[in-house]
């Protein structure tokens, strides 16, 4: 068996990136992107569907591709100083609770 290109703490962290910087992100966007929406219809008096629709979008897909950035980043950079330990005791399986940061 060979060694993977990518090792699973590198991995485990890279996912973890992903899912917390898509998390936090879509705290953010949503409410922003429900307010340009609204702010839109309600100064445009005829507003563009098109401009909606491409705000909606920008709102949903901007956290994703935020996500990817992380996980991208991760993986080329390695494991961040800040998820050594959730990281080490995941992929070592000493069991327990994971250290919340």
């Known amino acids: 068996m060979s060694d ?3 090792p ?3 991995r485990t962290a890279a996912i973890r990136g992903f899912i917390r910087t898509t998390a936090q992100a879509y705290a953010a966007s949503i409410p922003t992107g429900g307010v340009s929406a ?3 219809i309600a100064l445009v008096s005829d507003p563009d569907p098109l ?3 491409a705000t909606a979008a920008a709102a949903l897909l901007s956290p994703l591709l935020a ?3 992380s ?3 991760i993986l080329a950079s390695g494991v961040p100083v800040d998820y050594t330990n959730v990281v080490d005791v995941r992929a ?3 069991g327990g609770e994971a250290p919340t940061i």
């Open 4 to 6: 993977p290109i990518v």
């Open 8 to 10: 699973k703490p590198v």
């Open 38 to 40: 609204a702010a839109i």
């Open 51 to 53: 401009v909606l629709v």
């Open 67 to 69: 996500g990817l950035a």
């Open 71 to 73: 996980y991208l980043s």
């Open 92 to 94: 070592n399986g000493l």
